[in-house]
């Protein structure tokens, strides 16, 4: 019994001494701990250190960021362009008087353009100058693999359809959908370079002069006034594909551009940089 009561004793012993370790070695790391004096004098630990420098960043950030800071709301209203129109400055002599004049009879006879030309012949200020003249809206898109039909025929609004639901409200109607029911002037830009499915949603509009609109399942009636200009590339033009057939018999009038001559050329750099003295 007094051997059980020994041994007893030293274990409650080392327990004592092992937790008074731990407790001593607590207290040292809580010690060990940066302090810094506050304002009233009194030592700050660790949290009242971070607390303390999260604040002083906090109002740094804001004194800085009230200077530099920019009203984005207030630039976008400010830069937002309400009227795409603009004066084309074209010159209108040599091919492109002739284009022009060309397109105003086919104009006034009811029958569609396609003008081909390179890069950089000045098919669209063209296209853009003949719809100023006739006072028409003007809207284009300029045709690649990545245009699908919803970019011209329109889609819906997602944060409008959690308003409306799929109702015309929230439908965000495309260029083609724009300038076919209100009458404007549509430039199929590149045409040769869209994909035939894409373009096969533009034969209804320019034939039957009713445009179907798959996402609100309803046909609408095209305006007397809508025009459809298309301009392409050469067809040795890289990215270029053959027109489809149903797309080609709608255009009834070709036109071809190139580079223009040197002394057109001349005036055409002399209106656009007017800073050059050519001779």
Known sequence: DTAMTTSSGSCEADVARERGAH??????????????????????????????????????????????????????????????????????????????DAMLDAYNAGLYVGLIGPAGSGKTALCRRFAEDLKRPFEWVTFSDLVRPANLIGSFDPTLVFKYGYATEAFVPGPFTMAALSGGVFLGNELNR???????????????RRLYIPSLKKWYAV??????????????????RRLPSAVKDRIKVWIQLGYPKRSVEQKVVEQQCSEYKLS
């Open 194 to 208: 869209g994909d035939e499915y894409v373009l096969n949603s533009l034969l209804d509009a320019l034939e039957e």
């Open 23 to 100: 407790d001593h070695g607590a207290l040292l790391r809580r010690d060990a701990r940066p302090r810094r004096r506050g304002d009233g004098g009194d030592a700050i630990g660790v949290d009242g250190c971070e607390e303390a420098a999260h604040e002083e960043s906090e109002s740094s950030f804001a004194t800085e960021g009230d200077d530099a800071v920019i009203d984005a709301q207030k630039l976008l209203a400010e830069k937002e362009v309400k009227d795409l129109r603009q004066d084309a400055a074209i010159v209108l002599e040599g091919q492109y008087k002739e284009a022009y």
């Open 223 to 240: 305006d007397d006034d809508f025009y459809f200009i298309a301009a392409m590339n050469p067809s040795e033009a890289r990215g270029t």
